[in-house]
């Protein structure tokens, strides 16, 4: 089992910034990729970044250029740097851990971290 753990949202005017944490634990050694999601209020979980054991990454193209995914595989945990936010930046944020099994991929969730941006 893996356990995912977010820390770090909160409330932040436009224009400001926010660092979320993901801090993942248990079956960690075989964890590749991590990642964040959100959820808005009335609308479906949407993928936000994503990093691999190797640090590649990838992003959502609404936060392109303002959001930066980091990784520190000695604390296995992931970093989410927000800058720029915006009031539709407002989410639920969760951070997923994925492990391998034989030829399957696990997911493990967090239980979510509330990011709100005022405008």
């Known amino acids: 089992q893996v356990q995912v753990v977010e820390s770090g949202g909160g409330l932040v005017q436009a224009g400001g910034s926010l660092r979320l944490s993901c801090a993942a634990s248990?079956?960690?050694?075989?964890?590749?990729?991590m990642g964040w999601y959100r959820q808005a209020p009335g609308k479906q979980r949407e993928f936000v970044a994503r990093?691999?054991?190797?640090?590649?990454?990838d992003y959502a193209d609404s936060v392109k250029g303002r959001f930066t995914i980091s990784r520190d595989n000695a604390k296995n945990t992931v970093y989410l740097q927000m800058n720029s936010l915006k009031p539709e930046d407002t989410a639920v944020y969760y951070c997923?851990?994925?492990?391998?099994?034989?030829?399957?991929?696990?997911?493990?969730w967090g239980q979510g971290t509330q990011v709100t941006v005022s405008s």
């Open positions: 248990g079956m960690i050694f075989s964890i590749n990729t």
């Open positions: 990093i691999t054991s190797g640090g590649s990454t």
């Open positions: 997923d851990a994925q492990r391998a099994y034989g030829t399957s991929v696990l997911t493990y």
